[in-house]
């Protein structure tokens, strides 16, 4: 009997509902202990707040909106970093609903002062998945090999409420007194390929302009 109390409470005490204080789950000291395999592992629906703080720990910072709670695991240093989005189930319970996580992309350094080194041939080259009627798409380790510096560099791996995932690569080559008008601002977005293991152009800002 006293072991079926002890089941019952431990029951009732998973089930308690979760308080609305974002600094029951804040900690501005608090290590980043996240791999990009635990992230991806993250179960929509499944994992709750409280199972992923007993694993990872509390947040860098925590904020709670109309439409749920907003929490982010940084490494610190503005490079690594964890968004996740979490709403209350029917017993009051913070469970995740979709998150994103930015990672620095492999070959690329994001150098101050950058200075273009684009081409007006090399920017003719590039192909979106949408003109691929002109030509393969564009890939990213292409574009790394020729120009592994950038003004700022981010691959983010985004998972919807669904549990659809999707990878991607943002890179902005801007250098605004450059002698070619498609270089001065130019934003590269990569999406990738689950069958060929590698990211290919999706969007491409010097398509926007003209010589």
């Not at 980043?32 to 860098?60: Q, V």
């Amino acid at each position: 009997m006293k072991k079926y109390r002890m089941i019952q409470q431990a029951s009732q005490s998973e089930n308690k509902a979760d308080s609305d204080d974002p600094q029951d789950y804040e900690d501005a000291s608090a290590a980043y202990n996240w791999t990009e395999e635990d992230f991806e592992n993250l179960k929509p629906k499944k994992d709750t707040l409280c199972s992923i703080i007993k694993r990872h720990g509390k947040a860098k910072y925590v904020e709670l909106e109309s439409s749920g709670l907003k929490v982010e695991y940084s490494r610190g240093d503005e490079k690594e970093y964890i968004d996740l989005t979490f709403v209350k189930n029917k017993e009051g319970q913070f469970v995740y609903d979709g998150g994103t996580a930015t990672y620095p992309p492999d070959g690329v350094t994001v150098v101050d002062n950058y200075s273009s080194d684009w081409t007006k041939e090399q920017l003719n080259r590039l192909r979106t998945k949408d003109q691929e009627i002109f030509g393969p798409a564009t890939p990213l380790s292409e574009v790394v090999r020729e120009h592994p510096q950038a003004d700022s560099a981010q691959r983010r791996i985004s998972v919807h409420s669904s549990g659809a995932m999707h990878k991607t690569v943002d890179l902005d080559y801007t250098v605004q007194n450059s002698s070619i008008k498609k270089a001065k601002f130019l934003r590269l977005s990569f999406e990738y390929n689950e069958e060929k293991k590698d990211y290919y152009l999706s969007y491409n800002s010097a398509s926007r302009y003209s010589w």
